[in-house]
C-alpha cells in the first residue's frame, strides 16, 4: 500500500516566519502535486513537479522534488496569515492518474 | 471557466438511511473522481471514473457504496445503509485525463458535501 506522510502534521507561527513542510514515502512517483485547502472548499492545485530533483518557486512557495522522487517539500518564505490552511501532497504513478493523499499539514499563521 | 459543481453542500441522516450526492465535473473533462475525506486527514480516493467506464473502485465499500457516471459527465455516489464512520466530506474532483501530458490531468476539486451521519 503506498502511503504518503507529512510532517509537522500541525504547524501554528507567526507572520513573517519561514517553515518548511515535508512529504515522504517509500515508493517512487511519477509527478506530485501540492495542494491547499481552506475549509468549506475542495483542495485547490499549487503545483505539480514530475522530475527528480526538481525545484519550482511560485512567489513565497518554493517546491522541491527529491531525486528518487519519493519525497518531496514545500517551504513558506516570510509567511502571511493569507498562507493559512491545510496542505496536502498528492503523488501520482505512471499511466493511472490515481493519486494518493498525503495525510495533511494543518498550518496557522498568526498576525 | 464554470468549475466543479457538486450538490447537496451538507446533508444530516440518521445511520441506516440513504444518501446519494451529485456532481457535475468541468466540461470535456474526461476523467472524474471521487474521494471520502474524514476530518483532519487527506482525501482519500474511492472510485475513479474514465468517461463512463470505472478505471478504479479498489477502495469502494461496495456492500454499501455504489457510483455511476451515465453518458460520461454528471456523476451521483450513493450510500444505501449509512453508518456512523461515513460521516465525511465527499469531494468530486475532474481533469482532462489525457494521456502523456501531466497538465492535461490536473485535478480540480468541487467545493465537497459534507456529511453528517447520527
Known amino acids: 500500500t503506498q502511503l504518503l506522510e507529512q510532517s509537522p502534521q500541525f504547524l501554528s507561527i507567526q507572520e513573517g516566519e519561514n517553515l518548511t513542510v515535508y512529504c515522504n514515502s517509500s515508493s517512487v512517483f511519477s509527478s506530485l502535486q501540492w495542494y491547499r485547502q481552506e475549509p468549506g472548499e475542495g483542495p485547490v492545485l499549487l503545483v505539480t513537479?514530475?522530475?527528480?530533483?526538481e525545484v519550482k518557486k511560485l512567489k513565497r512557495l518554493t517546491f522541491q522534488f527529491g531525486d528518487a522522487r519519493k519525497d518531496s517539500s514545500l517551504h513558506i518564505t516570510a509567511a502571511q496569515p493569507g498562507d493559512t490552511g491545510l496542505y496536502l501532497c498528492a503523488g501520482a504513478t505512471s499511466g493511472t492518474y490515481k493519486y494518493i493523499f498525503g495525510t495533511g499539514t494543518r498550518l496557522k499563521v498568526l498576525a | 471557466e464554470a468549475g466543479v459543481a457538486q450538490s447537496p453542500r451538507y446533508k444530516i441522516i440518521e445511520k441506516r438511511q440513504s444518501v446519494a450526492f451529485w456532481c457535475n465535473p468541468i466540461?470535456?473533462?474526461?476523467?472524474l473522481y471521487w474521494y471520502q475525506q474524514i476530518l483532519g486527514q487527506g482525501p482519500k480516493l474511492l472510485i475513479q471514473?474514465?468517461?463512463?467506464?470505472?478505471?478504479?473502485d479498489s477502495q469502494l465499500p461496495k456492500d454499501r457504496f455504489s457510483a455511476e457516471r451515465l453518458k460520461g459527465v454528471d456523476s451521483t455516489l450513493k450510500i444505501q445503509p449509512a453508518k456512523l464512520e461515513d460521516s465525511a466530506v465527499y469531494l468530486c474532483?475532474?481533469?482532462?485525463?489525457?494521456?502523456?501530458?501531466?497538465?492535461?490531468?490536473?485535478?480540480?476539486f468541487g467545493p465537497g458535501t459534507r456529511l453528517t451521519v447520527l
Open positions: 474532483a475532474s481533469s482532462h485525463g489525457l494521456a502523456g501530458e501531466w497538465s492535461y490531468n490536473e485535478q480540480f
Open positions: 513537479v514530475v522530475t527528480g530533483g
Open positions: 471514473f474514465q468517461n463512463n467506464g470505472v478505471v478504479d
Open positions: 466540461s470535456g473533462h474526461a476523467t
